[in-house]
T-cell receptor, first 111, second 115 residues
Framework: GQQLNQSPQSMFIQEGEDVSMNCTSS?????WLWYKQDPGEGPVLLIA?????ELTSNGRLTAQFGITRKDSFLNISASIPSDVGIYFC???????????FGQGTELSVKP | NAGVMQNPRHLVRRRGQEARLRCSPM?????VYWYRQLPEEGLKFMVY????????ESGMPKERFSAEFPKEGPSILRIQQVVRGDSAAYFC?????????????FGQGTRLTVV
């Protein structure tokens, strides 16, 4: 089935560093979502983007909806140990329809 | 306001047995989605249901898998005659009828192990 291309696959960074990850697709989405998943848990929504070009922040997290509607990025500034986890992008086309997920970016933060 | 509730959290089945996974959506949510996650992979859409209706089952395997969302009670994902390859985490999400994107919440998942 279709998946988004998410990169990088994993990141090992020092506490305090900034992080950037992105997703690309060959087709257009109307909504881009970014989730975080902790081990043994379900995905938790971090940021939702609804308009091409939209830039949205949630605390230390910033995400943008690409103007082509085929990509999105997520930045985390001044990382802390609790940022550890797997981050997923997801695209959505239709109201009430399914989400298409990226493969995830596993983030490790060294204190 | 309880979130999406899934049970059991962990389920072990022998090959050939049936697995039943339950999902109770958030209060006021009438749309349910099931996703499967294999180790070190993203979530893959399986099926989208509204009360008593299957809206989109394009991600469901053609055999052994079925889903329902009855008028009363939780949504059920049923896997008959399980095989080792069915071992995965199964997540349910729910949303209200007029979902614009942010109102889809996930449960904690059921981790199925087939031995």
């Amino acid at each position: 089935g279709q998946q988004l291309n998410q990169s990088p696959q994993s990141m090992f960074i020092q506490e305090g560093e900034d992080v950037s990850m992105n997703c690309t697709s060959s087709s257009i989405f109307n909504t881009w979502l970014w989730y975080k998943q902790d081990p043994g848990e379900g995905p938790v929504l971090l940021i939702a983007l609804y308009k091409a070009g939209e830039l949205t922040s949630n605390g230390r997290l910033t995400a943008q909806f690409g103007i082509t509607r085929k990509d999105s990025f997520l930045n985390i500034s001044a990382s802390i140990p609790s940022d550890v986890g797997i981050y997923f992008c997801a695209g959505h086309r239709n109201q009430g329809g399914k989400l298409i997920f990226g493969q995830g970016t596993e983030l490790s933060v060294k204190p | 306001n309880a979130g999406v509730m899934q049970n059991p959290r962990h389920l072990v089945r022998r090959r050939g047995q049936e697995a039943r996974l339950r999902c109770s959506p958030m209060k006021g949510h009438s749309h349910v989605y099931w996703y499967r996650q294999l180790p070190e992979e993203g979530l893959k859409f399986m099926v989208y249901l509204q009360k008593e209706n299957i809206i989109d089952e394009s991600g469901m395997p053609k055999e052994r898998f079925s889903a329902e969302f009855p008028k009363e009670g939780p949504s059920i994902l049923r896997i008959q005659q399980v095989v080792r390859g069915d071992s995965a985490a199964y997540f349910c999400a729910s949303s209200p009828p007029d979902w614009a994107g942010t109102e889809a919440f996930f449960g904690q998942g059921t981790r199925l192990t087939v031995v």
